[in-house]
């Protein structure tokens, strides 16, 4: 065989090999289209009845007991979501299961409850109470009110109480009840009134309790000479007062435990906190064998969007966003105090997304013509921009405006624009929730520093961002982003004080499951 011949046989053979490889791809890339169009349509309909339940059920985290069509989002979000790979314990179910049946006992307009209420009116506590409560009342924007609402509800099961909810007119109806047969809203005639206008300075806050001297932490103090409704303040600002930290103690954990009635108000995500009360160890690591993952259970457990949200976040899903091969989440929060410009901001997420190989670069060629630099020439992407501002949007839509002609095709989404955060606005609070599920059906997310919004969607997601580093002291950050090592929120306020000395000191904080935030450095979270 000749030469000539011979190199003809290699590169047919060659070409024959890449077409083939080609062609795989390509299978693949369907493959995967399918499987995300038949998951979003069709549900796991390969799969056994048993397996589809354990699936709706979140491997038995939520009740079976509810009907679907009251909530759909119930039994539907894990269609849209990655499979999480975190199984909840099987202690964390059998604790969801008591408390539902605490709150089917002791919830609102139930015989033990009234009961409880007309001993609050004699302004005592009794050992006598077979339920006792503690209220939640809302504070911040929707970010910071799913993550103090967490918080509260994981203090509830910790301390064997029924967690009511203060229902603010832009509140209402958000969520499903999470409870089955009961409510969790807090009757609209409950004795005590005004309940978000208590602060650090009420009379029956905790801290004012104990800095005059009007409750004592002596562990044999009788409950009927404490009184029956107490207020804890947890706002960011408690962290100047050291009385209001005294929450985050053992001696004062004993104390609270005799009080009926309890009211937190909080705009911070406490709940890494409860891991240093030495009292609740055992149950803690009993529920949660791995701490990064506590929110992104009981988050999955407490937050079902109400149909009309879920209809607002499905629509738009469906009509944009479910047709592309992969889902490219970016949550942009722009704060006051951040020296960066949008450019600077908008440079700084093509950075990172550049970076880290989550966005396509491109290159101009010298007919001006644009090309995409990817191996992957197959199937779509989507990038998902969540932002008050447009100025984002139009920034990525114009960097990829050609890419529908060159290799792997790039659409650019952003669902709202709102241009300003309205914190009491019903309407604005259902198009947020929306966009939180949302971007919580991506496959990769590049989230903001600081953001609770962030947060609590890459933590219901099960996926671990990218952050966008950010500074209050320069105009330009370096590294732009960092991936998060847990997907624990960050508790952004830890108290500053030392049980042991009542004095100020942040060793507290030195622990085997708790490090520093990537995003905020004076911030903790929980880590395995």
Request: hydrophobic share 35%.
């Amino acid at each position: 065989m000749t030469m000539r011949p011979l190199f003809q046989v290699l590169f047919l053979t060659a070409m024959a090999f890449l077409i083939l490889h080609f062609t795989n791809q390509l299978s693949i890339s369907r493959a995967s289209s399918q499987r995300r169009e038949t998951r979003l349509h069709n549900g796991a309909s390969n799969q056994s009845t048993t397996s589809k339940l354990e699936d709706r059920l979140l491997g038995g985290l939520l009740s079976p007991e509810f009907d679907e069509q009251s909530c759909l989002s119930r039994y539907q979000s894990m269609l849209y979501h990655k499979t999480s790979p975190h199984t909840p314990s099987p202690y964390l179910v059998s604790k969801l299961r008591s408390y539902e049946a605490l709150h089917k006992r002791c919830g609102p307009n139930t015989p033990l409850f009234n009961k409880s209420v007309e001993q609050l009116r004699t302004n005592h506590s009794t050992d006598q109470s077979e339920c006792n409560y503690v209220i939640w009342t809302p504070l911040g924007g929707l970010g910071n009110r799913m993550l103090t609402l967490a918080s509260t509800f994981l203090y509830a099961l910790l301390t064997n109480r029924v967690l009511l909810v203060d229902h603010a007119t832009d509140f209402v109806d958000l969520f499903c009840e999470p409870f089955p047969g009961s409510s969790w809203v807090l009757p609209s005639n409950f004795p005590v009134g005004n309940l978000d206008s208590y602060d650090a300075s009420s009379e029956k806050s905790y801290g004012y309790l104990l800095k005059y001297k009007l409750i004592s932490e002596d562990p044999e103090a009788r409950s009927d000479i404490l009184p029956g409704f107490v207020f804890v303040n947890l706002e960011s600002s408690y962290i100047w007062d050291v009385y209001d930290q005294y929450f985050f103690c053992d001696e004062s954990r004993i104390t609270l435990g005799k009080i009926n009635w309890l009211l937190v108000k909080s705009d911070v995500y406490f709940l890494p906190g409860l891991f240093m009360l030495s009292t609740f160890d055992e149950e803690l690591s009993l529920m949660f064998p791995s701490k990064e993952t506590v929110f992104h259970h009981l988050g999955r457990y407490l937050f079902k969007p109400s149909n009309s949200v879920w209809k607002l976040a499905l629509q738009y899903y469906h009509s944009y966003v479910a047709k592309d091969n992969q889902v490219v989440g970016i949550q942009i929060r722009d704060f006051p105090w951040s020296l960066m410009s949008k450019e600077n901001r908008f440079n700084q997420i093509m950075k990172c997304g550049l970076k880290e190989n989550i966005l396509q670069p491109i290159i101009r060629d010298g007919s001006r013509k644009t090309r995409h630099l990817t191996e992957d020439r197959t199937g779509s992407k989507a990038i998902l921009v969540i932002s008050l501002y447009k100025d984002y949007y139009d920034r990525m839509k114009s960097f990829y405006a050609s890419s529908t002609r060159f290799n792997r095709p790039v659409n650019v989404y952003q669902p709202t624009h709102e241009e300003a955060q309205r914190l009491k606005n019903l309407s604005h609070n259902e198009k947020a929730l929306a966009e939180i599920y949302l971007l919580s059906f991506s496959d990769v997310m590049i989230t903001s520093a600081w953001s609770t919004f962030g947060y609590v969607s890459y933590s219901i997601a099960g996926i671990k961002p990218w952050i966008l580093l950010s500074s209050k002291v320069s105009k330009e950050v370096d590294p732009p982003c960092r991936q998060v090592r847990t997907l624990d929120p960050c508790f952004h306020v830890p108290p500053t004080i030392n049980c042991k000395t009542k004095r100020r000191s942040k060793t507290n904080w030195v622990g085997p499951h708790i490090r520093q935030c990537e995003d905020v450095n004076e911030g903790v979270k929980l880590v395995d």
